[in-house]
C-alpha cells in the first residue's frame, strides 16, 4: 500500500499519472484494435481456404497476393457484437483462471476472487481484497508475474468490453428513439422552420432556406405565412422561393415603377384597344398609350 508522502512525491505523481494515464488509455485503444485485426485475419483466412478446397482459388495464390480475391482486411471486420461476445467469453475465461489462482493462493473463496477480478480489471479497486499482501508466498516470483499477467490482460480485456458495449448501448438507444419518437417532433421541426426563415440570412445559408422553404411551400395556407421581416436583405432567388412570387408579377412591379404607375393607363389602354401586357411588351404598350393620350 505505497502512497506519495512529501510534497515533491505527490506533484510527481500528478505529472506522471497525466502522461502515464494517456498512455494506459492508448495501449488499451490499440489493444482492441488488434483484437479487431486479428479477427479479421482470421475470418479472411478462413473465407479463402474455403475457397481453395471449393477450387474457386487457385491453390498457387499466396495469401495477401494482387490476386486474391480481398487484399486488404478492411472489408473483413466483424460486427460489434460478434466482437462483444468474443471479449465477454474471454474476460470470464480469463476471470475464472486467475480466481482459481487466488483461491489456491491467497486462501479465499472463489466467489471472493471473482468478485476481486472484476473490481480489478475494471480499476474500481475498493481496496477491501488485495493480492500479494503476504510476507512469503510459495514459488513467489512466479505467483507475482502470473498476477501481473492476469491483471494486465484482464484490465485490457475488459477495458475494450466497455468500449464495445458503449458502442451497443448507442445503437440500442438510437433504435428506442426512432422507435418511440413523439408525435409532437414533426409539429416541432415545422415551427422551428417557420421560426428559421425569420431570420436573418447568413452567409452559406442560401441554399438550406430555399430548400427549406421548398419543402414548406405546401404547408402554408396563405402567402403571407413565413415572410421574412421587412428590414432584412434576401436575394431575388430566395424572394421568389420563399414568398411564393413569380417573375412575371416582379416584372409587372416594374414596369409600374418606370411608369410612374398607378395612373389610368389600364382603362387608357382597353379604350385604345391595347391589352394590359407585361414584361418588355407592356412598358412598350404603355408607351404608345401615353403617345396616343397626348396627341
Known amino acids: 500500500m505505497t502512497t506519495p508522502a512529501t510534497v515533491a512525491g505527490k506533484v510527481f505523481l500528478i ?17 482492441l484494435e488488434r483484437i479487431i485485426s486479428l479477427l479479421a485475419f482470421i475470418m479472411k483466412a478462413c473465407h479463402e481456404r474455403q475457397l481453395r478446397r471449393s477450387g474457386l482459388l487457385p491453390t ?19 460486427s460489434v457484437y460478434h466482437v462483444m461476445l468474443i471479449l465477454g467469453i474471454f474476460a470470464i475465461t480469463l476471470s475464472c483462471c ?13 466467489i471472493d476472487s471473482l ?7 475494471s480499476t474500481i479497486g475498493f481496496g477491501d481484497l488485495v493480492s500479494s499482501q503476504n510476507a512469503v508466498y510459495q514459488n513467489q516470483g512466479l505467483y507475482r508475474f ?21 458502442i451497443v448501448i448507442k445503437q440500442v438507444l438510437n433504435w428506442l428513439l426512432k422507435k418511440f419518437g413523439c408525435r409532437c417532433c414533426s409539429k416541432c421541426h415545422k415551427s422551428s422552420a417557420r421560426l428559421g426563415r425569420r431570420n436573418a440570412i447568413t452567409p452559406g445559408s442560401r441554399f438550406r432556406r430555399h430548400n427549406i422553404s421548398v419543402e414548406t411551400d405546401g404547408q402554408y395556407d396563405s402567402d403571407t405565412e413565413g415572410r421574412r421581416l421587412s428590414g432584412e ?8 422561393a420563399s414568398n411564393k412570387v413569380s417573375l412575371a408579377i416582379l416584372q ?23 391589352s394590359a401586357g407585361i414584361g418588355a411588351l407592356a412598358i412598350m404598350n404603355n408607351r404608345l398609350v401615353e403617345t396616343s393620350d397626348s396627341r
Not at 498457387?60 to 466483424?78: F, Q, T
Request: glycine share 10%.
Open 15 to 31: 505529472i506522471y499519472g497525466l502522461f502515464g494515464c494517456a498512455g494506459t488509455i492508448l495501449f488499451f485503444n490499440l489493444f
Open 60 to 78: 498457387n495464390v499466396r495469401k495477401g497476393s494482387a490476386i486474391s480475391e480481398v487484399d486488404s482486411l478492411a472489408g473483413w471486420k466483424p
Open 98 to 110: 486467475a480466481s482459481a489462482m487466488y483461491t489456491a493462493v491467497e486462501g479465499w473463496n472463489y
Open 115 to 121: 468478485y476481486y477480478c472484476f473490481v480489478t480489471f
Open 146 to 166: 502470473g498476477n501481473f499477467m492476469f491483471i494486465l490482460m484482464g484490465v485490457s480485456c475488459i477495458y475494450s468490453l466497455f468500449n464495445v458495449i458503449s
Open 233 to 240: 436583405m434576401i436575394s431575388m432567388k430566395e424572394l421568389t
Open 252 to 274: 409587372k412591379q416594374l414596369s409600374e415603377m418606370a411608369n410612374g404607375y398607378p395612373r389610368n393607363v389600364s382603362m387608357n389602354s382597353k379604350q385604345n384597344g391595347f
